[in-house]
């Protein structure tokens, strides 16, 4: 089915303005990044997260209350902040919650965990790393390298509390936590990388739908001002003509009868810019019909020459052709005087060729003025409006339109 012709309003309203495309349109990529960094936090920290279980539960029996209780404040903000992670809702949230959570519980760690040895790390130290990644997701840039320099030198500090600050945990203590330090300086520039190189797409993606949408408002524009001009000057420039040239009663009744119209057709403006005519197939012949319409309203004593066989062309192409013809003819007849007006309608193959021919003293086609809109919307830009061509030969001998439509 044929999609429903626009009106220029209704085109108008379907180009997005620059607050539309910020929202919906400009930030997709940061969008899609976030994701993908909530994806790869998540696995990672489904496997730090299922290694520090493990090793929770391997000692489950020798817990007291509080170490269940640091247990608990840890490990179900994790799981929170996996779930969010893999559904893609409340992600920040559930991140910054578990941060702060973790944070927390490694500082209480030493005093829950008095009197345990510390030869051996216990489970809470795996997850010094998941705490950064999480802060990631969950705070702005700045938080996320306090985060990574705080959470490292905690664990330092409780590992150094754990051990009684002997000689032999600071060597292993200042190793692990540099190399901590180090690795969530990497996993912060990272995502700060990734979010940087995704905004940039963004901001080129909003400049390029913003200067689309200038250009297509522009280009609307300009092809309805056209479209007005060509409009007003062939209703307008018709009844004029033909009122000055009439005579008897009937001639009167004609130009009465094309004023009307011209009034009727700028009262309907929008659609006859935006179509100008219906697209159902019209015969060839009905544009020789219209043509010597056009001349019995001018009050013109000359003939339509009808030529080649019958076939069908667009009804938008037919009414172009009419209009623009309509408007060489009254050229004709407004600076030659219709002298040797001479009118031919040529039907090939599936096209069609119409050719005004006038025997007037001839214009100079590059003089004329910008705001002579007679040949430049009503002719020259009505045909390359339909895909058709016009060509103006004109010299001392006369003048010659030759306008033209060929199927694609």
């Known amino acids: 089915m044929a999609a429903e012709s626009l009106s220029i309003r209704e085109a108008w309203t379907q180009i997005p303005s620059p607050g539309s495309a910020e929202t919906e349109i400009e930030r997709f990529t940061s969008k899609r990044m976030e994701r993908i960094l909530a994806t790869v936090v998540a696995i990672g920290s489904a496997v730090l997260g299922g290694w520090a279980l493990f090793t929770a539960l391997a000692a489950l029996d020798d817990m007291h209350a509080g170490q269940l209780t640091i247990l608990i404040v840890v490990f179900v903000p994790l799981l929170a902040m996996l779930v969010a992670c893999a559904i893609g809702r409340a992600v920040r949230i559930a991140s910054g919650t578990f941060a702060i959570a973790y944070v927390v519980a490694l500082a209480a760690w030493p005093t829950v965990a008095a009197g345990d040895s510390a030869d051996s790390q216990p489970w809470i130290f795996f997850l010094v790393n998941v705490s950064v990644v999480a802060a990631l997701l969950a705070f702005p840039l700045r938080v996320q390298f306090a985060v990574g320099v705080a959470v490292p030198l905690v664990y330092g500090y409780v590992r150094l509390v754990q051990g009684g600050f002997a000689p032999a945990f600071w060597i292993s203590t200042a190793f692990d936590v540099s190399f901590t330090l180090i690795l969530g300086f990497v996993l912060i520039s990272l995502g700060w990388m990734f979010r940087s190189v995704a905004a940039g797409v963004d901001d080129a993606r909003g400049r390029a739908v913003a200067s689309y949408a200038s250009a297509a408002a522009a280009a609307a524009a300009e092809e309805e001002r056209v479209a007005m001009s060509a409009l007003m000057h062939d209703s307008v420039l018709a009844a004029l003509i033909a009122a000055e040239r009439a005579e008897s009663d009937r001639a009167k009744e004609l130009a009465v009868g094309m004023a009307r119209e011209a009034l009727t057709r700028l009262a309907n403006t929008e659609a006859a810019v935006a179509q100008e005519g219906s697209d159902e197939p019209v015969a060839q012949t009905q544009v020789v019909v219209e043509l010597r319409r056009a001349l019995s309203e001018l009050g013109v004593d000359a003939v339509v020459e009808e030529r080649g066989g019958s ?40 096209g069609i060729r119409v050719i005004v021919i006038d025997a007037g003293p001839g214009f100079d086609l590059e003089g004329i003025g910008e705001d002579r809109l007679g040949i430049r919307a009503s002719i020259l830009a009505r045909m390359a409006g339909v895909a058709g061509t016009a060509r103006i030969d004109s010299g001392d001998d006369g003048t010659v339109v030759t306008l033209e439509w060929m199927p694609s």
Not at 324 to 339: E, K
């Open 311 to 350: 076939g069908v062309i667009p009804g938008r192409v037919a009414r172009a052709l009419v209009l623009a013809a309509r408007q060489a003819i009254g050229n004709a007849v407004t600076h030659a005087g219709g002298r040797g007006l001479h009118v031919v309608a040529e039907q090939e193959h599936d």
